[in-house]
Nanobody, 117 residues
Framework: VQLVESGGGLGQPGDSLRLSCAASGRTFNPYYMGWFRQAPGNERDFVAGITWIGGMTHYAESVKGRFTISRDNVKNMVFLQMNSLEPGDTAVYYC???????????WGQGTQVTVSS
């Protein structure tokens, strides 16, 4: 299974960006997908997650009301709509997939999001 993120880039405060994560492989049957981000010198932090069946969502407090996670089960894709971007959102964003135990089994390579005026 491979996860490939796209959609990152440069934005100004208040802008919107939409990240995509595409999964490929012979079989892809996660039970949970998540978006994480890592700023320089920081740990990788949870941003948002979604159950593959049912679409139950979870968000970090810092992004609630601004970011929306969604998925397309047919296309095996997960999205992160980011609105009202802030400089603190600057980071490399990663998507991850849980297919077995409690941890994330697969990760993408990351996509850079920079928010600056």
């Amino acid at each position: 299974v491979q996860l490939v993120e796209s959609g990152g880039g440069l934005g100004q405060p208040g802008d919107s960006l939409r990240l995509s994560c595409a999964a490929s492989g012979r079989t892809f049957n996660p039970y949970y997908m998540g978006w994480f981000r890592q700023a320089p010198g920081n740990e990788r932090d949870f941003v948002a997650g979604i159950t593959w069946i049912g679409g139950m969502t979870h968000y970090a407090e810092s992004v609630k009301g601004r970011f929306t996670i969604s998925r397309d089960n047919v296309k095996n894709m997960v999205f992160l709509q980011m609105n009202s971007l802030e400089p603190g959102d600057t980071a490399v964003y990663y998507c991850g997939a849980k297919v077995g135990g409690s941890g994330y089994d697969y990760w993408g390579q990351g996509t850079q999001v920079t928010v600056s005026s």
